[in-house]
């Protein structure tokens, strides 16, 4: 039996063009309501997904700036805080500097007084044992006592010498 024979082509194009007919209505009917309503569902779906990802995008964008901010003002009080640590270092730097200076210029005062005071003491010292040792060589010499005003005018008069 031949598969396509002329005898019966006629009517198995008859029946394929009912059973495929027949197909297509039970497909119309059922499969494709069935497919659009799957479609439906799942595009719907992928809406809500891209929503809610518009969403958590919108949020992440205003996380970001109000972290970034944050940042900002956290730098700024940063620099801040190191300009103001700066301006005490400098501040108590300078008072110290003060401070130093006001010391150093008393202790040089100090010093100054002392070496004018020792400078005064030591020329008086000089002044007597000048006096006291033209007295011995004025009496040595004159072989007679010389009175101590005359002997004081004289080593008064050779300090102012030596001083000049």
């Known amino acids: 039996m031949e598969l396509f024979g002329t005898e019966f082509l006629a009517s198995q194009i ?22 659009n309503s799957v479609l439906d569902a799942r595009a719907l779906q992928i809406r809500n997904d891209l929503d809610t990802a518009a969403k958590l995008k919108q949020e992440a964008e205003n996380a970001l700036s109000s972290y970034e901010k944050q940042i ?10 190191v300009a103001s640590a700066k301006r005490d270092a400098d501040q ?30 030591a020329l008086s010292d000089v002044q007597t044992q000048v006096a006291d040792m033209t007295m011995l060589a004025v009496e040595k010499v004159l072989n007679k006592a010389v009175d101590s005003k005359v002997a004081s005018k004289l080593a008064d008069e050779a300090v ?4 000049n």
């Open 14 to 35: 008859t029946w394929v063009a009912v059973a495929f007919g027949l197909l297509l209505a039970v497909m119309w009917k059922f499969v494709v309501p069935a497919m």
């Open 72 to 81: 900002k003002a956290a730098r700024q009080e940063a620099s801040n805080i």
């Open 92 to 121: 108590i730097a300078s008072t110290r500097l003060a401070e130093l200076d006001d010391e150093i210029s008393r202790k040089k005062s100090n010093a100054e007084a002392a070496i004018e005071q020792a400078k005064v003491k």
């Open 160 to 163: 102012k010498d030596l001083v």
